[in-house]
């Protein structure tokens, strides 16, 4: 169990820093751009395709850090004034019903497509002409990683341990 965890740590950090770096790149292009634009009276070409790839494996990449962190989008309005053992229970079923969603939307579903992108051969309509299914292959790759996390969370919720929650 020990070299399991470890090797999951391993993946996480790796998305988290491919996550970072993503966003790096995003800014130096962003300075690039504007230096080749406004000095050189240059347009840099297929900027806006690259960075979208890139957004996507900053949402993708980070998605499971964000769950660890406890930063997703939540409203404890309710949850927060239910007792204890109520609230557990909810959150126990939010965390299944999200691992559900990502396993049934974001992972089965988008590697479908990325498959059948892969097997017609889609490209991007750009000069890059970009093979399409790895642009959307980072969907549900980073997608796996989340569930895994949210598998992580639901088992320390259920052991009591939530303290565990916010360590990297």
Known sequence: MKILNRFYQGIFNLATGISVA?????????????????????SLRNFDEIVGYLVV???YGGAAYTQRRDMHIRVPIVVDEL???IRKGFEIATEIAALIFVLVVFIWLTFSVSFQSY????????????????PQMIVPLGSA??????????????????QGKTTS
């Open 22 to 42: 993503a966003l790096i790149a995003i800014v130096l292009m962003i300075v690039a751009v504007v230096i080749t634009r406004y000095v050189f009276s240059y």
């Open 57 to 59: 494996v900053i949402v």
């Open 83 to 85: 007792p204890d053992g």
């Open 119 to 134: 097997q017609v051969g889609n490209i991007s309509n750009s000069s890059l002409e970009t093979p399409m299914w790895i």
């Open 145 to 162: 990683i989340f569930a895994v996390e949210i598998i992580r969370q639901i088992i320390l919720l259920i052991t009591k341990r939530n």
